[in-house]
């Protein structure tokens, strides 16, 4: 919603003048910014046509002073801007045919001129924002050969500073990680040996801090002024800030050997040059920094296909059996895996795994259980068995707090018959044409109890049936109406299409199951006969 301001008076409340408690000395000035908006605003040629216009029209000058943001704003968004205006009536000339229209239709004139002021404002700064954001997408990269380095950039931005308003030092003054002392880390025209010298505290540093409130210092005599603390034995200095847009970073300081005076434009020229700082140093940040993560993403990426390449993708040769399965991951590591091989004795191990943990941790824990179920396995045992060693196992290689899902099944393929065990969040459906049935089981996650016994459990899978294991992740998706999945809803999609295989059943059920919230897995075993 657009608001607009105007003031029918002939003074307008922005022009009062406010009364200061000590007057400032001629030998210090500070420089404050004016509002970048107003004055983009007034170099508009189109507002003073305007308001010349106006005046012809009205007899009623109308004066624009500029929009003014109307409330604060979170980062990404425009603010909504009034625009101020007033009203004064306008010099007659002799001509006294000279029209002056009634103040009160003026008044409702100036209104909506100052409305679409403000939207015009608004739209302004809306170009300008987007026109930023697209400049900001530029990557930040660095070249093999870079014209030089950080410290040679500092040096050579100093000396440009200080001889383009004729001085003879510069020093740049960074802050510490508890913003409490500065210390020089770079300068020109001085001993290299003032780099050795300990850091300057913060407090009582007046001119450091009145600069970085946003000000620039002029010293016109440190002699007069020396509680203002200039960390040079010069006879003019500037102070001004080194700052990005939300943290301030130091100050940079610029010593004149002759007492002199510093105008607004050079103040400006150094303030350029502090930003130059600011960006050089910021860059150099970001450049560190996006080394360090590309390192990471390529150590994560060889970390998830290392993951990857430990599925089983070839389903095991068992008569009258189909076999599909697939695990997802929601991020780069996944805390979950399936497994499916045919053991000593000539029947179908199944298993579906879930780490209880997230990122680096979850890939480490899942890898861990794959490596003792597989070690596990090799061993005569029988599904509750093979999750009490490995619950046994978790248990005594973690400092504590690790625990996993995991549900484990041995089929008979002769005869359809799985026994199984299962501990925490893992569930499995046996779908039928006649209907469904849920393998529940109800345990604990392993590796919360180091005597833990869990009961072997029996199903059979009938002829045409088929066995549903799936991880909890699969539950924290939603179909097309917005509801989770659960057991129930699974086992009717797929019961709708038990003629398919299983490769097809996996496939439509990843479409339907849609975008990956949490990691999931899902194994499908179809006796066919």
Same mark, same amino acid.
């Given at each position: 919603m657009l608001a607009a301001r105007w003031e029918p008076r002939g003074l307008c409340p922005r022009s009062w003048c406010v009364p200061v408690a000590k007057q400032i000395p001629q030998y210090l000035k500070l420089h404050v910014e004016d509002s970048a908006a107003k004055a983009a605003a007034k170099g508009l040629s189109g507002i003073?046509?305007?308001?010349?216009?106006?005046?012809?029209?009205?007899?009623?000058?109308?004066?624009?002073?500029?929009?003014?943001?109307?409330?604060?704003?979170?980062?990404?968004?425009?603010?909504?801007?009034?625009?101020?205006?007033?009203?004064?009536?306008?010099?007659r000339p002799d001509d006294a045919t000279f029209p002056r229209a009634p103040r009160q239709h003026v008044e409702q004139l100036a209104a909506a001129i100052a409305a679409t002021l403000g939207e015009l404002d608004q739209l302004r700064q809306a170009l300008i924002a987007r026109e930023a954001e697209l400049a900001a997408g530029v990557p930040v990269t660095q070249c093999d050969d870079e014209a030089a380095h950080l410290a040679a950039r500092l040096e050579a931005t100093l000396t440009a500073g200080a001889d383009s308003v004729g001085a003879q030092a510069?020093?740049?003054?960074?802050?510490?990680e508890g913003t409490s002392q500065l210390k020089l880390r770079a300068c020109v025209g001085l001993p290299k040996t003032r780099l050795l010298d300990p850091a300057r505290p913060l407090r009582g540093a007046? @001119?450091? =801090?009145?600069?970085?409130?946003?000000? %620039?210092? #002029?010293? !016109?005599?440190?002699?007069? /002024?020396?509680?203002?603390?200039?960390?040079?034995?010069?006879?003019?200095?500037v102070c001004v800030p080194v700052s990005t847009p939300t943290t301030p970073l130091g100050t940079l300081w610029i010593f004149s050997e002759q007492r002199r005076d510093f105008s607004p434009q050079q103040t400006n020229i150094l303030e350029l040059a502090a930003g130059r700082i600011a960006a050089d140093l910021e860059r150099e940040v970001l450049l560190t920094a996006g080394t360090q993560t590309r390192a990471l993403e390529r150590e994560l990426?060889?970390?998830?296909?290392?993951?990857?390449?430990?599925?089983?993708?070839? @389903?095991? =040769?068992?008569?009258?059996?189909?076999? %599909?399965? #697939?695990? !997802?991951?929601?991020?780069? /590591?996944?805390?979950?895996?399936?497994?499916?091989?045919?053991?000593?004795?000539?029947?179908?191990?199944?298993?579906?795994?879930?780490?209880?943990?997230?990122g680096v941790s979850a890939g480490l824990s899942a890898a861990a259980l794959q490596a003792a179920?597989?070690?596990?396995?090799?061993?005569?045992?029988?599904?509750?068995?093979?999750?009490?060693?490995?619950?046994?196992?978790?248990?005594?290689?973690?400092?504590?707090?690790?625990?996993?899902s995991l549900l484990y099944g041995l089929v008979t393929p002769e005869t359809g018959v799985i026994e199984y065990a299962a501990a925490g969040r893992v569930s499995a459906v046996v779908v039928h044409e006649a209907g469904h049935i849920v393998l529940a089981s109800g345990a604990p996650p392993l590796g919360v109890d180091l005597d833990m016994r869990l009961n072997l459990q029996r199903h059979v899978i009938p002829a045409g049936g088929l066995l549903v294991v799936a991880s909890d992740g699969v539950?924290?998706?939603?179909?097309?109406?917005g509801r989770h999945w659960d057991e129930l809803a699974l086992a009717e999609f797929l019961q709708r299409q038990l003629h398919l295989s299983t490769g097809e059943l996996l496939a439509r059920l990843r479409h339907a199951l849609g975008t990956c919230q949490a990691d999931r897995t899902v194994l499908l075993a179809k006796r066919l006969r």
């Open positions: 003073e046509h305007l308001c010349r216009t106006f005046a012809n029209a009205t007899g009623w000058n109308l004066i624009y002073d500029g929009p003014t943001p109307l409330q604060s704003h979170g980062p990404g968004e425009v603010p909504l801007s009034v625009a101020s205006l007033m009203l004064t009536p306008a010099e510069a020093a740049l003054y960074l802050l510490d007046l @001119a450091d =801090l009145e600069a970085l409130l946003g000000h %620039a210092v #002029v010293l !016109e005599d440190t002699e007069l /002024l020396a509680h203002w603390r200039c960390p040079e034995d010069y006879a003019s200095a990426h060889e970390a998830s296909r290392w993951q990857e390449e430990r599925l089983p993708t070839v @389903a095991p =040769l068992v008569d009258d059996w189909e076999l %599909a399965g #697939v695990s !997802e991951a929601a991020g780069q /590591l996944s805390s979950e895996f399936f497994d499916w091989s045919v053991i000593s004795d000539g029947n179908l191990a199944l298993a579906v795994a879930d780490a209880h943990a997230r179920l597989k070690a596990h396995e090799v061993h005569r045992h029988d599904a509750a068995k093979m999750l009490e060693q490995i619950n046994e196992t978790l248990w005594t290689t973690s400092p504590g707090g690790q625990y996993a539950f924290a998706s939603c179909d097309a109406a």
